[in-house]
């Protein structure tokens, strides 16, 4: 090979070396996700429910378009009219159970629930909280509430002072958690890990919700988020701003009243209640316990 042939290749490795990095290193740039912007806080009212997301008027009249994802925390707190139970509902409530297994007094304070991650259905002491075993009667469940094939170990003693034994379950004061049976005639039994528990509610039992169903919301509600504001969308509304929710927690202004939606499952944190009546209609449609 001649000199001068020799000389021109080493001139063209030597330059191409350079500029192969620098494509390498573009090409590693593109690759990299652009990072999120933090999540603000919003605050204002609900105007609707589009389909994956909630329409919201801020507290500066401003309009905002918010998807929640399925990773967003919910929380949808209120009330609701027994008429709005169904069967399948998981709920909780206090009571106190005889030397028969049987709840002894008429239910006063009952509220449905969503299920957080380490909570579980079953009878629990009195002062307990979710997540909270304290020796009461479990079985481990997941977040959606259905039972695992382990259930907790049973202790020695479970309920409150002067509890006698029976049945498999000691008399005395309990929490409970459990899915809901609703048979005609406004008769309820709750499903646990234990067995079944016949109740009857009070004529002026109080009813709450403290779950992850968001799409319950309707116009007017109080609505706090944690929400990502999202570039505007092209050819849409101006005045709309668009956002990704981390966190959201909905006041309802109303109880929640009427039957549940055709085709609802057994699980109420996964699927979707019934809306109650909004005060404005022709919008449209898009946890833990704690």
């Known amino acids: 090979m001649s000199p001068r042939i020799l000389l021109a290749a080493l001139l063209l490795i030597g330059l191409s070396a350079p500029l192969q990095a620098q494509n390498t290193r573009r090409a590693q740039q593109g690759r990299q ?4 912007q933090p999540p603000m806080d919003i605050d204002g009212a609900v105007e609707g429910i589009s389909r994956g997301g909630i329409l919201v008027l801020d507290k500066n009249n401003q309009s905002w378009q918010v998807a929640v994802p399925v990773t967003a925390k919910i929380q949808v707190t209120g009330g609701a009219t027994t008429d709005y139970l169904q069967k ?29 991650s380490g909570a579980k259905m079953g009878l629990f002491p009195p002062d307990s909280k979710a997540g909270e075993d304290q020796g009461g009667f479990a079985a481990s469940a997941d977040a959606t509430g259905t039972a695992t094939k382990k259930p907790a170990k049973r202790p020695a003693a479970t309920a409150g002072k002067g509890a006698a034994k029976t049945g498999g379950i000691a008399a005395g004061s309990y929490r409970i958690v459990g899915r809901l049976i609703v048979r005609p005639g406004g008769q309820y039994t709750v499903t646990t890990p234990r067995g079944k528990l016949q109740l009857e509610l009070s004529d002026k039992v109080a009813i ?39 966190e959201v927690k909905i006041e309802l202004a109303e109880p929640l009243a009427g039957a549940k939606k055709k085709g609802m499952a057994a699980k109420s944190e996964a699927k979707h209640p019934a809306k109650h009546p909004k005060k404005d209609e022709g919008l449209p449609e898009p946890a833990a316990e704690k």
């Open 88 to 116: 399948g509902m998981i709920v909780e409530f206090k009571a106190e159970i005889d030397d028969q297994r049987a709840i002894k007094d008429k239910v006063e304070e009952l509220k449905i629930v969503t299920l957080a």
């Open 208 to 246: 709450g919700v403290n779950f992850a169903d968001y799409t319950v919301a309707a116009k007017g509600d109080k609505i706090s988020a944690k929400v990502v504001k999202m570039p505007p969308r092209s050819g849409s509304p101006q005045a709309v701003t668009y956002g990704v929710a981390t």
């Open 33 to 36: 996700p652009a990072m999120a």
